[in-house]
């Protein structure tokens, strides 16, 4: 998988190494040909994740606007229980949010055991956004990579298996998608004036994600740089990151369950051993089931 990186220690990184039209010599054919089986894995995946509750996911979606975020939601997770998900999105923090630490908002939505979230921005924003646009002053920003590492090692520490997608396009490919929005009905919500105001900060924003990547990327919690212009490579990309790295916890929450499973049957066989039923359920139990499946059926009628 040499198309995507993984950075998993600090480095300096320079996104004019990772060319965004990447497709790693993949079809498009062959790539939706093996999403399917991977959105597959990844629903398996998820089942163990929620039946074992021993750890919990939690996947960060970053990009400038347009690169995919809410497409790689809707499409990658497309085969996920929304009974063991929950998706957030960060907008700008409200008044509330902004009387507290930049991570107290965050903290709030991090996944329980077994569960999994996503987080549509992230406390990232608080490194990107607000010192591109000089929300708080660079000393405070500049502490704030230190202080992410801190709290993502201990979200690790208590169980949680973190990705941190970076979905990396071109501004030509921005362009053109905020012109398909303006051409397309259905997108047009999502426009806002914002987007291309904010395209005067292209370099700005560049720089800021460099410094995250290059300082916020840990063996913990690493970052992946996803060459995001061509959608299916994308989401094939995210797909198997997910896959791949989940494999062998995936064989860890097996044998877990399995156990449990074992453990639970040996109960059962001691409880059916003791009220000497040799398999059924106790007598007493079926008859009393019996006398209300009566009463019952006999107020229906
Ligand atoms: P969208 O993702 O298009 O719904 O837009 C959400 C907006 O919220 C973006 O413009 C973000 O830059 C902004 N936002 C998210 N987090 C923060 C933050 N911590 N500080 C300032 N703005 C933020
Ligand atoms: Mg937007």
């Known amino acids: 998988m040499e198309h995507l990186r993984i950075i998993d220690s600090p480095q300096s990184v320079n996104l004019q190494d990772y060319d965004p039209d990447d497709t790693g010599k993949l079809t498009k054919r062959d790539a939706l040909k093996e999403l399917e089986k991977l959105e597959e894995q990844l629903a398996q995946t998820q089942e163990m994740l929620y039946a074992a509750a021993q750890r919990s996911i939690l996947i960060i979606l970053q990009g400038m606007d347009t ?15 929304t009974t063991g998900c929950h998706v957030w999105s960060f907008k700008v923090p409200t008044a509330e949010e902004l009387g507290h630490d930049f ?48 709290f993502e090692s201990l979200l690790v520490a208590s169980g949680t298996i973190i990705f941190k997608f970076f979905l990396h396009i071109s501004k030509d490919e921005q362009r053109s998608r905020l012109m398909e929005r303006e051409d397309d009905t259905e997108k047009a919500w999502k426009l806002s004036v914002a987007d291309w105001q904010e395209r005067h900060f292209w370099k700005d924003y560049q720089e800021a994600y460099t410094d995250v990547l290059s300082r916020c990327g840990t063996h913990d919690a690493p970052w992946y740089i996803v060459p995001a212009n061509k959608k299916w490579y994308r989401n094939y990309v995210i797909a198997q990151a997910l896959v791949r790295r989940l494999a062998p916890h995936v064989a860890e929450w097996r044998t877990a369950l399995e ?6 049957l040996e109960a059962l066989r001691a409880y059916r051993a003791e009220h000497g039923t040799n398999g059924a ?4 139990a079926e008859q009393t089931d019996d006398s209300n499946d ?8």
């Open 67 to 81: 690169a995919g975020k809410d497409g790689t939601i809707e499409h990658v997770m497309s085969h996920i229980n």
């Open 259 to 264: 156990a449990r499973g074992k453990t639970e």
């Open 294 to 301: 009566q009463v019952l059926k006999g107020r229906d009628a």
């Open 103 to 150: 991570l107290w908002r965050v903290h709030q939505h991090t996944p329980a055991r077994g569960m999994m979230a996503i987080f549509n921005r992230s406390h990232y924003e608080d490194v990107l956004v607000a010192r591109v646009h000089q929300l708080v002053p660079h000393t405070v920003w500049q502490q704030r990579f230190e202080q992410i590492n801190h």
């Open 281 to 284: 359920l106790p007598k007493s």
